[in-house]
């Protein structure tokens, strides 16, 4: 394991970084989804790539043009992962049809904002209850994110729940008169086209 601290990365060194990449020969570079970017941001800005199995993200959104430029910089997929309160929740598998939930380890809920449960491909607040922490348990725990529950079964066959999209955090939703919820995917898509 090789640590690469994300606020030493800047452009007087992104080639001494790469060059340390390709030295070491990781299988997989594993980090907050906005430093990779960071990351990957600098390396096409030099001209630079470097190959690795994969590329895991978590910590923070994987905003579509994060993981299109993570991709092309690092030659191999990104597969994201979703957590909360050190509960590993759910992960993308090599189809990438949505997140895995760990239900071996985790029960997973979304609710609206008036408490119900809520329906398949509707957005809600994501409640976690951890099922292996028994040293300070986690019951329908509020974690202030919001998800979405897929309604399809990936095709990989493993057989576990789905959440379709993370869709960022409670406090970074803009709620318009009729009731539309508009999360950051809503912005980075706007943006990314104006």
Known sequence: CTLIPAFEINENNIDVV???IIRT??????GFASSVYILAKLMKKEGLNAHVNAVMTTGDMLLPQYRELIESCFNCKVFDAYGGESTPVAYECEQHEGYHIASEGVIVELIKNDGTPCDKMEIGEIILTNLTNYAMPLIRYKINDLARLSEDNCSCGRGLPLIDSIEGRSTDVIITPDGRLLTVHFFSTYLKLV
């Open 18 to 20: 790469v060059k340390k």
């Open 25 to 30: 020969k990781p299988k997989i570079v594993r």
